[in-house]
Each structure stands twice: as C-alpha cells, then as structure tokens.
C-alpha cells in the first residue's frame, strides 16, 4: 500500500507545490519558503516510513505538518478572505486516501472543531 500512496501523495506535493509557486507571484515570495518546509516533510516522511515500526503515527505526523503548512500559507495571504483558504482540505482528502473511514471520521471531526475553537487574528484585528 506504501507505494500506491507514495506516488499519489508526491503527485499531490508537486502539484501544490507548483500552485504556491505560481500564486507566490501574487501573493508573495515567501510562499516559497512554506513550499519548500513542505517538500522536507515529504522527503523526511518517505524516509522514516520505512524504518519506523508504526508508519501509521507517521503517516499522520506529515499530514499534521502539512495541515500547518497550509495554515500558515492561508493565514499568510488573508486569513479568512485567503484565496488559498481551500488549501485547508487538502489534508483530509489525504485522510481519506490513507486511512479508513472511522479514522477519516475522527479527523474531520477534530480539524473542524478546532478551527472554530482556536481562531487565528488577521492583520488589523486586536484582541481586547
């Protein structure tokens, strides 16, 4: 199963790793910067899955660091009015190719309860 989800999920790095690089022209060059944190994670994932004892934990681990990546590239380029804001489901569409439903379930069920529970200041915005 590794290598049918490795070859899916480095198709899935380049192609957003293109569209960042591409919409850096618009939205700045440090864009570029998160792209490349990207491409580490996904170099140091391919590594550790075949040397760990439980490459489920990760497999999960770089879906996380991708969910933060991503993150930051939305709260980056406007936060809530971010064009990249749909960048965020890329994770769970991972879930979806790695995992079972059940685990799919938990991880939806967390990243969108945690999205409304912690939410992320924009530029101009103060907290009182």
Aim: charged fraction near 15%.
């Amino acid at each position: 199963m590794h290598d049918r989800v490795a070859v899916a999920r480095r198709v899935q790095g380049v192609m957003l790793g293109l569209a960042a690089a591409l919409s850096a022209v618009y939205l700045g060059w440090w864009l570029l910067a998160l792209v490349g944190v990207a491409g580490l994670v996904l170099v140091l994932l391919e590594r550790a899955y075949r040397v760990s004892r439980r490459p489920e934990l990760m497999a999960v681990s770089s879906i996380g660091l991708l969910e933060v990546v991503l993150g930051g590239a939305v709260a980056g380029s406007g936060g809530a009015r971010s064009p990249m804001l749909g960048w965020l489901a890329v994770p769970i569409v991972m879930l979806a190719a790695r995992f079972r439903a059940r685990v799919v379930v938990v991880g939806v069920r967390e990243r969108s309860s945690s999205r409304w529970r912690r939410p992320v200041p924009q530029a101009g915005y103060q907290i009182r």
